[in-house]
C-alpha cells in the first residue's frame, strides 16, 4: 500500500506542521476577541430590568388601548438602551395570575411593587392616558420594584395635539423616565429655561438630593418663585372661568342681577378688568334685565296698540264708502298695520298665546279690507312682486356723503366727496335681475323694441330666442338666478317700463312711483347703508364673503342671492355685474345736493354704471366706484338692479 493511503489526513503532506500553528492562531485570536466583548457583555448583564404596564385610559375616544398605549412606550425607551425590557406577555401572564386588573396599578404602587417583583424587574412603569377632543395628556409612574413597597421614583407627563402628535410625546415620556441621576440637572435646567417651573422643581430637587451645591439651590429658588407666580394665574385664570360660566348659566335661566354680579367678579379678578367676554356678558344681563321690564310693560303696551290701531282702522272703514276718499282709507289701514307690525316685533315674545293669536287676525282683517282698494308696496315694508316674485327692500330716505371720503384711497377729481339729500322714500330690488325674471318679461312683453337691446348673437349672451335661458350650464347660464347679462341700457329701461305698466293696471304701485333703473345717488345712498368707508362691512372682515369680483369669481357670475347682504338687507352690491343707473356720466357738482341726477346727454353717450363686477379688482368694487359704458353696450360685465322710486 503506498504511503499516500496510508496517511491519515490525504490532504497534509508528511512533516507539514502548518496547519497546527493555524489552529492555535485562531484560538488566541478568539480568546482575545472574548476578552474584548467581556466587558460589554457584563455591561448588558448589569442593565436594569424595566417593565411597561398596560395603561389606564380615559376619554372620548374608545380607539384608544392602554396596550398600545404601554408597546409605544416600550418602544421608546428601548430605542435609548438604558434598560432590558420585559416580555409583554411575561407581564399579562403575572397580572392575570395575581388577579389584578392593569388599570389597579396606577394608584395602587404596592400591587405595582408586586408585579415587578415578580417578573424580576427592577422598575416598572405604568400610567393613564387622557383623550378629550384634540388634545390629549399621558401621565407615567416610574415605579420602584425591588421592594414590595412600590415607591413611585418619578412622574413623566406629556400633553398635545391628538392623534398626530402621540410620537412624540412617546420620546419626551422615555427621555424622561430613563434620565440618569448625573442628567438630573442638565435636564431640570433645560425645563426651568422654557419655564416650565414644576418639571424643573421634579428633577433639580432629585439632582440636589445626589449632589448639591450653589448652583442648584439658586435653580430651585428660582423654579419655585415660577411656579408659585404660575399658580396664581391659573388660580385666577380658574376663578374668572367659574364667574364666567356661572354668569351663562344665569343668563339662560334669566336670572338677570345674579348674572350681573358673577360678570362683575370675573371682571374683579387681577388681569381681567378690562376683560371683553365678561363685558359682553354684563351686556346681556343688562339686555335681560330690560327685557324682564318690557315684559312687565307688555300688558299696557298690548292695550295700548289694539286702541291706537282700532281708531286708524275704523277712520279707514268710514272714508271707503267714498271712492274720492279711497287712498286716505288705504293710509289710515296702513297705518293700523304698521302700529300693530311694529308692537308685534317689540313685545310678541311676551305675549300669552290668545293674545297672539288675536293680534295675528287683527292685522290680517286689516290686511284683507286694505287689498280691496290697494295691494302695492307699502311704507316700511319690504315688497314681491307677484307671480315674477322680484323682491324690493323698502329704504327710509336720508343723506350722505357721496362720493370719495377723505379716508379713500383714491381722490379723483370728478368725483369728490359731497353731501347728497335723498328727500323720499323708496324701495331697492334685494337682487340684480336674473335671467330667469327677464325671460318671464320677454315672454309677458308684446314689444319688439327690447331685442335691439340684446345681442342674440354674442357667444356669451345666456338667452336664446323663443325666449329662453340657453341650455346646459356655463360661465354665465345654467342657473336662472344668476343675473341677466349682455343687456343695453335701453333694454333695461323697457323691462322697467313693462314693469311699471304691469303693476298700474294691477293697482299696485304707490301713487306717483314707477319701477326703473336707480339714479346715482340712490344707488350708492343704498349701496352704503349708513357707512361711510369704502366699504359697508367692518375692517378686517374679508371681502370675499361680500363680492363675487376678480379674486373670487373665476371669470364668471353667480347667482345674485349667494353672497352677504349689506345692512340693509341688499345682496351683490359689490362685483358680480356692473349695474346701469339713470345718470348719464358726468363730473359730481362740488356742492350739496338734493336727489341729484345727470340727465343731459355727453359727448360719449355714455352712462354710469355702478358696483363693479365679476372680473373687477377690489379697488373697482367700493361703494363709491363708478364707470361710463356706452348705452347701447351689451357686455357680459354689464347687468341691472331697479327700484321702486318717485317718476323722473
Not at 268710514?318 to 300693530?340: G, M, Q
Not at 344707488?523 to 368707508?533: I, M, P, Q, S, V
Request: a neutral charge; charged letters at 30%; proline letters at 4%.
Amino acid at each position: 500500500m503506498s504511503s499516500e493511503l496510508r496517511n491519515p489526513n490525504p490532504f497534509k503532506r508528511k512533516n507539514d506542521r502548518f496547519p497546527v500553528s493555524c489552529m492555535r492562531f485562531f484560538f488566541v485570536a478568539f480568546a482575545f476577541s472574548l476578552c474584548l466583548l467581556l466587558p460589554d457583555l457584563r455591561a448588558e448583564d448589569a442593565k436594569k430590568v424595566i417593565a411597561v404596564v398596560e395603561f389606564k385610559v380615559t376619554g372620548e375616544d374608545k380607539s384608544v388601548s392602554g396596550w398600545s398605549v404601554a408597546e409605544n412606550l416600550e418602544n421608546a425607551i428601548f430605542a435609548r438602551q438604558r434598560y432590558r425590557i420585559v416580555n409583554r406577555s411575561a407581564i399579562s401572564k403575572v397580572i392575570t395570575e395575581l388577579k389584578f386588573q392593569s388599570s389597579e396599578l396606577v394608584d395602587d404602587a404596592q400591587k405595582a411593587g408586586k408585579v415587578g417583583q415578580m417578573l424580576g424587574a427592577n422598575l416598572l412603569v405604568t400610567g393613564e392616558i387622557i383623550v378629550v377632543g384634540n388634545s390629549v395628556s399621558i401621565s407615567a409612574k416610574l415605579i420602584d420594584a425591588s421592594d414590595s413597597l412600590g415607591e413611585v421614583k418619578l412622574t413623566a407627563e406629556a400633553s398635545g395635539e391628538y392623534p398626530g402628535n402621540l410620537e412624540g410625546l412617546y420620546s419626551l415620556l422615555a427621555y424622561e423616565l430613563t434620565l440618569s441621576p448625573e442628567e438630573f440637572c442638565e435636564y431640570g435646567m433645560l425645563k426651568l429655561r422654557e419655564k416650565d417651573y414644576q418639571r424643573a422643581l421634579t428633577f433639580l430637587k432629585k439632582a440636589a438630593g445626589i449632589k448639591s451645591d450653589s448652583e442648584i439651590v439658586s435653580a430651585i429658588a428660582q423654579a419655585e418663585k415660577g411656579a408659585e407666580a404660575q399658580r396664581i394665574l391659573l388660580s385666577r385664570r380658574d376663578a374668572y372661568r367659574a364667574a364666567m360660566s356661572k354668569g351663562w348659566e344665569m343668563i339662560k335661566a334669566k336670572k338677570w342681577n345674579a348674572a350681573e354680579d358673577c360678570f362683575k367678579k370675573a371682571m374683579a379678578v387681577h388681569g381681567y378688568e378690562e376683560d371683553k367676554d365678561a363685558k359682553a356678558g354684563l351686556a346681556s344681563a343688562a339686555d335681560g334685565a330690560g327685557l324682564r321690564s318690557k315684559e312687565a310693560s307688555s300688558e299696557k303696551a298690548y292695550r295700548d296698540a289694539i286702541a291706537k290701531a282700532s281708531t286708524a282702522f275704523d277712520k279707514a272703514k268710514k272714508l271707503s264708502s267714498d271712492p274720492k276718499n279711497h287712498p286716505e282709507a288705504v293710509r289710515f289701514s296702513s297705518e293700523a298695520i304698521s302700529t300693530l307690525e311694529d308692537f308685534s316685533r317689540e313685545y310678541r315674545q311676551f305675549l300669552p298665546q290668545d293674545k297672539l293669536s288675536s293680534l295675528n287676525e287683527f292685522i290680517a282683517s286689516v290686511e284683507l279690507f286694505r287689498k280691496a282698494f290697494y295691494s302695492g308696496p307699502e311704507i316700511g315694508r319690504e315688497w314681491t312682486v307677484p307671480d315674477i316674485g322680484m323682491k324690493f327692500q323698502f329704504i327710509n330716505k336720508g343723506a350722505f356723503l357721496m362720493g370719495n371720503p377723505a379716508s379713500s384711497t383714491e381722490q379723483n377729481a370728478e368725483d369728490k366727496a359731497h353731501i347728497s339729500k335723498i328727500t323720499r322714500d323708496f324701495w331697492m330690488g334685494r337682487y340684480e335681475v336674473t335671467i330667469g325674471e327677464f325671460v318671464f318679461f320677454l315672454k309677458d312683453s308684446a314689444s319688439d323694441e327690447v331685442n335691439r337691446g340684446i345681442d342674440w348673437n354674442d357667444k356669451d349672451c345666456p338667452l336664446e330666442k323663443g325666449p329662453a335661458m340657453k341650455g346646459g350650464k356655463a360661465k354665465f347660464w345654467g342657473d336662472p338666478a344668476m343675473p341677466m347679462i349682455e343687456i343695453s341700457w335701453e333694454a333695461a329701461n323697457l323691462f322697467c317700463k313693462w314693469l311699471t305698466e304691469r303693476e298700474k293696471k294691477e293697482k299696485r304701485l304707490p301713487k306717483g312711483y314707477a319701477y326703473r333703473l336707480p339714479t346715482e345717488a340712490e344707488w350708492e345712498y343704498a349701496c352704503r347703508a349708513g357707512t361711510k368707508e369704502d366699504f359697508y362691512f367692518p375692517k378686517g372682515e374679508e371681502i370675499e364673503r361680500h363680492a363675487c369680483f376678480k379674486g373670487n369669481s373665476g371669470g364668471q357670475t353667480r347667482p345674485v342671492s349667494e353672497t352677504t347682504p349689506n345692512p340693509w338687507r341688499l345682496h351683490g352690491m359689490y362685483g358680480n355685474v356692473w349695474e346701469w343707473c339713470l345718470d348719464s356720466y358726468a363730473p359730481y357738482i362740488e356742492a350739496d345736493v338734493e336727489d341729484p341726477i345727470c340727465t343731459e346727454k355727453n359727448e360719449d353717450d355714455t352712462k354710469v354704471a355702478r358696483g363693479g363686477s365679476f372680473q373687477s379688482g377690489s379697488e373697482h368694487i367700493r361703494s363709491n366706484s363708478r364707470a361710463a359704458f356706452y348705452f347701447k353696450s351689451t357686455e357680459e360685465s354689464i347687468g341691472f338692479r331697479v327700484v321702486i322710486a318717485p317718476e323722473l
